[in-house]
């Protein structure tokens, strides 16, 4: 925020916004959990069928094969995952407050036209609903019959995350949108020289919407989104230190 000529408001913050820095602190929290962990499991011998390859099997004297080690859970892994599931469910529900905070405020909306914004507060509700449907613990299933009684619920776990991410990017889209119809309908707004290109990378996306006028803004949001879940997946891969300031900063390769 350095830098930035915002007039401060005569009022606090909802605490939704007090709120983030917390949220963002678990993700991350989460997101560093997950890399260790995957790091010990996806190179140990854990699941089953284990495939050992040549550089290992000639320590032995034989050439690569795939054996039965009688394994087929780590339980680590799977909390990994839920507590991305979590960190992505509670941002999504503070996604949704953030909306509503737009949608309902006069000042910071001026003249909205609810025929060009009045959907988004409703799909933004359902995104939410969604996440705290999916944000549930991964049990192990009940045994079954036979030798192999014991499915794991290692892919169900991914599975949520991986649909959480994009719930998330989802309402963070909205967020995005009417963040950038907010600043341009008060005119007295200006973004900290670090967020400039984060308001120009969305507007080359979804540019504002004049007063009093209609426009059908669907498409844009669509291409807004499957920009910033590119552009956020390239920020969670690179290294931290390779990093860019904002997540709308990174290159795509």
Known sequence: MKGSPTPRRNKQSKVVVRDLPLM?????????????????????A??????VPTDQASKVGVGPFVCSNGS???????????ELSRAYADLTVMGLGLVQAYYSDPEAMPDQENNVFGDIPMNAADWADEARTLAVPSIM???????????????????????L???LIGILT?????ASQSIYMRGDLKT???????????RACTPPVTPHTRRTIGHEMDILFRT?????????????????ATVMEMKLS
Request: aromatic content about 8%; hydrophobic content about 35%.
């Open 24 to 44: 963002l602190g678990a993700a991350y929290k989460a997101q560093r959990n997950a890399k260790a962990i995957a790091e010990k499991v996806l190179c140990s």
């Open 46 to 51: 854990h699941d089953n069928p284990l495939w």
């Open 72 to 82: 087929y859970h780590t339980q680590i892994g799977i909390v990994a995952n839920d």
């Open 141 to 163: 299933p009940p045994p079954q019959y036979g030798q192999n009684d014991m499915p794991s619920p290692y892919m169900r776990a991914w599975n949520k995350v991986d649909r």
């Open 165 to 167: 991410e994009r719930v």
């Open 174 to 178: 909205q967020v995005a949108t009417m």
């Open 192 to 202: 900290s020289p670090a967020l400039t290109p984060t308001l120009q990378a969305i």
């Open 228 to 244: 910033m879940l590119a552009k956020s997946r390239a920020y969670s891969a690179a290294d931290p230190e390779d990093r860019s």
